[in-house]
């Protein structure tokens, strides 16, 4: 009897599929309840103008939900965020999407370990507005985390 096999083998890390996408956000606004996959802390400043307000956001993300690699720089990552405005009658009546890289230098590792990332967006707030949901997606890990605020009828404009 002679046996025929192979001697060994090689192992071979292989990418794994980004089994997340864009979906995912959008997934996220079916969802009636704000997912906590990625904290998210807002500071909404609103610009009343004409022929619309103007929203500034201030997103702090927590550190310990994003995903990070080293490179030369220092530790980089990237989130996706999309800004949804509704109406009170709950239909949609301004959608805003964005991508975010962001680097970590070695001398503000410390700063994010206790302040997360801050990420910056402005836009024109449409007239009927009355509610904004942020979903933000670390777009290596696919956590999805989202937060909706109400807007105030008085930042807008008559």
């Known amino acids: 009897m002679t046996l025929n096999y192979r001697q060994g083998y090689y ?19 079916l969802n009636p309840d704000d997912s906590a996959e990625i904290g998210i ?15 500034k956001l201030r997103l702090r993300l927590d550190p310990e939900a994003l995903s990070l690699k080293e490179g030369s720089a220092g530790r980089s990552g990237k989130v996706e965020e999309m800004f949804v405005e509704f109406n009170e009658k709950g239909r949609e ?5 964005a991508a975010s890289p962001f680097v970590i230098k070695p001398e503000n590792q410390t700063a994010f370990q206790q302040d997360g990332v801050t990420m910056v967006q402005s836009f024109g707030v449409a007239a009927d507005a009355v509610k904004l949901t942020i979903i933000v997606r670390d ?20």
């Open 93 to 97: 009546v301004g959608r805003i999407t």
């Open 139 to 158: 777009t290596a890990s696919g956590r999805v985390g989202s937060l909706t605020v109400p807007l105030e009828k008085t930042a807008q404009p008559k």
């Open 11 to 29: 192992a071979v890390d292989e990418p794994k599929p980004d089994t997340h996408n864009k979906s995912d956000l959008a997934a996220a606004l």
């Open 41 to 55: 802390v807002a500071n909404l400043d609103v610009k009343p103008g004409k022929p619309r307000a103007m929203l």
